[in-house]
């Protein structure tokens, strides 16, 4: 089986061999996919010297272009990405105008190595609408041997006048054992790949802080005191929040688990009001961490309340599931 990867850049070495090349890629799917890294690969397509006259090439890998690409360091390729707020010590909350100007205006110019320049703007869903407005007008009037490719988590949230510009190329989740593979070439112990793919689902990207230690062991302890929630240890629970939530990233601590509540969600209702206070306190947990990154309220308190919801939930279903 061919993964959606493969399949989109197949797709645009085809376009670029025919010379029919779009000038403007819309890589869209869940985050964590690996999309910027697909945009980062169909730029260095376009950018290799053995495409220079017009080849279908994919990137040859030891080239003067390709070497540039790999360092960093190409100066005709341009990665857009929401900037660092250092006083916030977070990214910004979207990409701004100016951004976007200075993508069109680099796209504009010759390219230094060729006459081809390219750019990826990351997480398009992020632009403001004045940088839309800017982008709307640069894709109207696309420079000479210029790329633009796009990535988006979220395609309903650009607007339809952007999309029908560009050409969209989904990206989905990856295999077991492509996401595997690429867990282990980011560096993934083995000892924590195992948990790393079943938490991951297909989307490596979401799980990349588990390369740090101690992110991984309280993880994976975490999952270990959520596997059977209905029976869990509060006092455990409430302990390794308490020692936890500062470090470890809120959006893994509530998939973990709620990917071990699943076989419960899943299973067929054995009584609708049992069912409903189970889906109620899944969907609360769920949206915890932006309710955590929204209101300044304690995170543990407002997490272990949850938790401790769901575990009612999940034991009121276990005594319907066994009565039935
Ligand atoms: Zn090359």
Redesign the pocket.
Known sequence: MTSSHEEVRTRFLAAMGRGRLHHAWLLHGPSGVGKAELGRHLA?DF?????RGGGGEA?????????LMAAGSHPDFLLVERAWDEKNKRHKRDLGVDQVRAMLDFLSLSGAESERRAALLSGAELMNAQAANALLKGLEEPGEGSLLILTCADVTRLPATIRSRCLLAPVRPLDDAACEARLAAAGMPADVLPFALRLAAGRPGRVMALLEPDIASALMEWDELTRDLGRGDVGRIQAWIAAHVRHAPHELIAETALANARPALEAPPPDAAAMDALMDAAWRLAAWPEEARRRTLNPATSLLAHVLALRVALRAAGREAARA
């Open positions: 260095g950018l290799c010297e053995r495409n990137a040859c890998g030891a080239c003067h272009a390709c070497r």
